[in-house]
């Protein structure tokens, strides 16, 4: 069986405690980041949503999980993510999938890709805004040297 990386991104931050339990109960290899936030781990398996799938049926009851995510594209380039959703919810998911002649996966896909490149462009926007500001104040050559000042201090 091949092996597969995964990145679970709990809701809240867990214990040491409460992370010993899990990796007990799951019989899984769990390793956290540094705010404890996000745990990765990997699980062998047939193929990748499989191993979702045990990972879900493992760690469900043990661990705050918000979405797991596969940590490497796949051949096609992209990730796996597998994102809990109550039965209603999942219900108007394929309905809007089916009005936009979409299966269900590719139409959720395509909302997370849209609701990624609205983020970016509003990103973008308030940088903008924020340097507006900036050189109505200040000439570029002074915001050039402040930041550049700022990133020498962060290397």
């Known amino acids: 069986m091949t092996m597969y990386a995964v990145e679970i991104t709990l809701t809240r ?11 007990q109960e799951g019989r899984l290899p769990l390793a956290a980041s540094g705010d404890r936030k996000r745990l990765a781990v990997l699980v ?15 760690l469900q009851h ?3 999980i918000d979405v797991l995510c596969s940590m490497f594209p796949g051949p096609d380039g992209k990730y796996l993510m597998s994102i809990p959703m109550a039965d209603e919810v999942w ?7 089916v009005v936009a002649g979409k299966t269900p996966e590719d139409f959720l896909s395509a909302a997370v890709a849209q609701a990624l ?9 308030r940088l903008d805004r ?26």
């Open 91 to 97: 219900e108007r998911v394929c309905g809007q999938a």
């Open 44 to 58: 062998s398996a047939q193929n990748e949503p499989r191993a979702m799938k045990k990972i879900w049926r493992r």
């Open 117 to 125: 490149a609205r983020d970016w462009s509003d990103r973008r926007a």
């Open 62 to 64: 043990a661990l705050p």
């Open 130 to 155: 924020s340097l507006d500001v900036l050189l109505r104040a200040y000439t570029p050559e002074e915001v050039t040297e402040a930041a550049a000042r700022r990133i020498d201090r962060r290397s």
């Open 13 to 23: 931050a867990v214990g040491t405690v409460e992370l010993r339990t899990a990796r």
